[in-house]
């Protein structure tokens, strides 16, 4: 009874700070219905994009327009809201596995670079390189010489925002290294693994959770940048950005068919900004 007791008291100090901070709050929430619609989006929505619908319906309150289609459809009889749900799936799909393969390759270079110099200055001599080359030119380039497919895609906008996030973090760890406190743990005859798993992560994480969310906010407008200029769109697996590629045909007609897209995406990002900040900000004193 006593590990239950400890674990409702637990829950309900966190309950308490989630509910006594609107950022937090609204953040968490609005994360949770993210969640929520994506993993329900063939179970329940039983979204589909096949063209089998009446064709240039408009939005379900406009005149004209169906019940049974909240946004209407397009020219091939397809249901842009079950486009805008299968799109915003495969969207964040997409933007997960990237944002995670940057920060496993990202954390591991930074602890590396951490405990061996000659590594450290190879890397930053090279990021200097790296970070002035733009996702969509590298895109572009890689279209070009090895072809136009998601895998390119993904492979290059991830080389493209990695530096720039082994960097940032790895200033701030430096910045702690040379901290007070940290030269006292040093005189005590601290090594410098202990101090750095010890006392250096922990006081940055923060931080780190700060450069994920960019990370993250980055990503997702590359992606859908990236595929409404018409690269990588492939049929089978719609996105965003694709969408709104195919719905600027319809836009003087259906314009919520062309913005429905960037709504979503300016949207998640500011959900996730407003959990960062809920967790952080103040803290921090932002």
């Known amino acids: 009874m006593s590990r239950i007791a400890k674990v409702i008291s637990i829950a309900t100090r966190y309950l308490h700070k989630l509910h006594s901070n609107l950022y937090l709050l609204v953040g968490f929430y609005g994360i949770l219905v993210i969640a929520s619609v994506l993993l329900s989006t063939k179970w329940f929505f039983h979204a589909h994009i096949d063209p089998v619908y009446?064709?240039?319906?408009?939005?379900?309150?406009?005149?004209?327009?169906?019940?049974?289609?909240?946004?209407?459809t397009n020219a091939k009889g397809q249901d842009i809201f079950n486009f805008l749900l299968i799109g915003y799936r495969s969207t964040m799909s997409m933007t997960f596995k990237t944002v995670f393969y940057v920060i496993v390759i990202g954390g591991l270079i930074n602890y590396l670079m951490f405990f061996i110099p000659l590594l450290r200055t190879f890397v930053l001599l090279l990021f200097r390189f790296c970070m002035v080359i733009p996702p969509l030119l590298g895109v572009i380039v890689i279209s070009l010489v090895l072809g136009d497919n998601i895998t390119n895609m993904l492979l290059v906008i991830g080389l493209s925002y990695t530096p720039g996030?082994?960097?940032?973090?790895h200033?701030?760890?430096?910045?702690?290294?040379?901290?007070?406190?940290?030269?006292?743990?040093?005189?005590?005859?601290?090594?410098?693994?202990?101090?750095?798993?010890?006392?250096?992560?922990?006081?940055?994480?923060?931080?780190?959770?700060?450069?994920?969310?960019?990370?993250?906010?980055?990503i997702i407008l590359a992606i859908t940048t990236i595929t409404f200029l018409g690269f990588a769109n492939d049929v089978s697996r719609p996105d965003l950005g694709m969408m709104m590629f195919q719905m600027k045909d319809i836009i003087a007609t259906n314009y919520l068919a062309f913005l429905s897209p960037g709504i979503a995406v300016s949207a998640t990002i500011i959900l996730?900004?407003?959990?960062?900040?809920?967790?952080?900000?103040?803290?921090?004193?932002?």
């Open 171 to 218: 200033q701030r760890a430096i910045n702690e290294w040379n901290k007070i406190y940290i030269k006292a743990y040093r005189l005590d005859g601290l090594s410098p693994f202990s101090i750095f798993n010890h006392y250096i992560l922990p006081n940055i994480l923060p931080v780190y959770l700060t450069e994920i969310v960019s990370l993250f906010s980055s």
């Open 54 to 72: 009446a064709i240039s319906l408009p939005p379900a309150w406009w005149v004209n327009g169906d019940v049974n289609h909240i946004l209407g």
């Open 165 to 169: 996030f082994i960097y940032n973090i």
């Open 272 to 286: 996730v900004y407003l959990f960062n900040f809920g967790l952080y900000g103040r803290r921090a004193g932002t």
